[in-house]
């Protein structure tokens, strides 16, 4: 539906293993550093699932970057 946001998982999946949604696309808090996080999240994921290494959902106890 045009206009409404993208419900993405704790990994920022959309749909399968191939769409991402990060920032104003997904759900969740409309800020700048929440988008800040999805992304770095989707980068962890991506490159995991390039390494066919498990997917980890959650960046705690990880230092920011």
Request: no cysteine; proline share 0%.
């Given at each position: 539906e045009p206009g409404t946001h993208l419900a993405a998982d704790d990994t920022t999946t959309v749909q399968?293993?191939?769409l991402y949604a990060?920032?104003?696309a997904s759900t969740g808090a409309q800020l700048t550093h929440m988008g800040?996080?999805?992304a770095r999240v989707c980068g962890d994921v991506l490159v995991a699932r390039s390494r066919g290494g498990p997917c980890m959902s959650t960046r705690?106890?990880?230092r920011s970057r």
């Open positions: 399968g293993d191939w990060v920032g104003d800040k996080y999805q705690r106890g990880r």
